[in-house]
């Protein structure tokens, strides 16, 4: 069975109560719970891991080598600003797709950049909750062939 991290980023345990409009009424739990069901259908196990910290971010993914076969993340606002997460997604040596809830390229401009688009495999942004279920079926193809890393 083919592990995954998951990383949800600053904020996300706010999901919920925060700005429903933007980021929908559904909570991080459950996300969680639909993530989990999707795994089980796709064969994988999941590790979670929600923090509002930079370092203890870069720390997980960079233990992720020879841990995970890849990386399902949503750095939030650490998508515009971390050159950190950036750089320990590149060096991790496991595929990663980042997901967004909102579509980031229709909101405010400082949003529209995405650090660690160049280093992750795909990006999926804009489709709610769903965005993390794709993201999940991304890697699974992507774990199911060779790496080019």
């Known amino acids: 069975m083919k592990k995954i991290l998951v990383i949800h980023g600053p904020n996300l345990q706010l999901l919920g109560k925060r700005d429903p409009a933007v980021y929908g009424k559904g909570t991080l739990a459950d996300i969680n719970r639909g993530l989990a069901a999707e795994a089980k259908r796709l064969r994988m196990e999941l590790d979670l891991l929600q923090s509002n910290h930079e370092g203890e971010i870069v720390e997980a993914i960079g233990k992720a ?47 529209h950049s995405s650090l660690m688009a160049p280093v992750v495999a795909g990006q999926i942004t804009g489709f709610g909750a769903a965005s993390y279920g794709l993201g999940l079926q991304a890697l699974a193809g992507l774990t199911a062939r060779p790496s080019k890393r």
């Open 65 to 111: 080598r020879g841990r995970y076969a890849g990386i399902l993340i949503n750095p939030a606002a650490y998508t515009h600003t971390s050159v950190a997460i950036r750089d320990a997604l590149e060096a991790a040596g496991v595929p990663a797709v980042e997901v967004h809830l909102s579509n980031i390229y229709a909101r405010e401009p400082f949003r």
